[in-house]
């Protein structure tokens, strides 16, 4: 079956323009996440949706960063304006279900491949 | 605050010896820990997770780690390296009480010799 994909893979941006990035969840995955991976760091959180709903965006770095899922499954990361800082690779990921800590449980969070942006 | 840390960025090992990644966490509450594997131009795949269960977690690929409280540590293990396993290692906590959101360490690649 089908895993995460994203695109597109690679981007280049100038200063300043405006970029969206996609990404094509597992089919039926209710739970999606973005993250932001700069060169030689760790995945950063950026934000998560439950189907439709953005249900956390503290992991926004400004404003200038936007991100929808309008029917619950492609979802889309729009970055306005873009600085040099913005350069990094945005990795999305899905899971199954919503775990949650007060339930106990856990859902396997599958990640796809990342686009790399460079903004120059 | 930091909640992960991964010490050493960079380790080597030859092939058939014991791999050794550390990872120590800082967490109010009891913590869910990830080891995940990223190899170049792919996405990062699950290798194992503790989840309040058993300490010893063993994962894929003959990976394995333990889950020490009193060292607030969560080491990947594998007894004998092979050339495949190289690749960058992440450690990750989730700590939300309501999400799965993951917070990563800054990763350690490892090399495996011949």
């Known amino acids: 079956g089908a895993g995460v994909s994203q695109s597109p893979r690679y981007k280049v941006a100038k200063r300043g323009q405006d970029v969206a990035l996609r990404c094509d969840p597992i089919?039926?995955?209710?739970?999606l996440f973005w993250y932001q991976q700069a060169l030689g760091q760790g995945p950063e959180f950026l934000t998560y949706?439950?189907?439709?709903?953005?249900?956390?965006k503290s992991g926004l770095p400004s404003d200038r960063f936007f991100a929808e899922r309008p029917e619950g499954s492609v979802s889309t990361l729009k970055i306005q304006r873009t600085q040099q800082e913005d350069s990094a690779v945005y990795l999305c990921?899905?899971?199954?279900?919503?775990?949650?800590?007060?339930?106990?449980?856990?859902?396997?969070?599958?990640f796809g491949p990342g686009t790399r942006l460079t903004v120059l | 605050a930091q909640s992960v840390t991964q010490l050493g960025s960079h380790v080597s090992v030859s092939e058939g010896a014991l791999v050794l990644l550390r990872c120590n966490y800082s967490?109010?509450?009891?913590?869910?820990l990830f080891w995940y594997v990223q190899y170049p131009n792919q996405g990062l795949q699950l290798l194992l997770k503790y989840t309040s269960a058993a300490t010893l977690v063993k994962g894929i690929n003959g990976f394995e780690a333990e889950f020490k409280k009193s060292e607030t540590s969560f080491h990947l293990t594998k007894p004998s390296a092979h050339m495949s396993d190289a690749a960058e290692y992440f450690c990750a906590v989730s700590l939300s009480y309501n999400t799965d959101k993951l917070i990563f360490g800054t990763g350690t690649r490892l090399q495996v010799f011949p």
């Open positions: 089919s039926g995955h209710v739970s």
């Open positions: 949706f439950q189907n439709e709903a953005q249900l956390d």
């Open positions: 967490s109010s509450v009891p913590p869910y």
């Open positions: 990921a899905s899971s199954p279900g919503v775990g949650t800590r007060a339930r106990n449980s856990y859902n396997e969070q599958f």
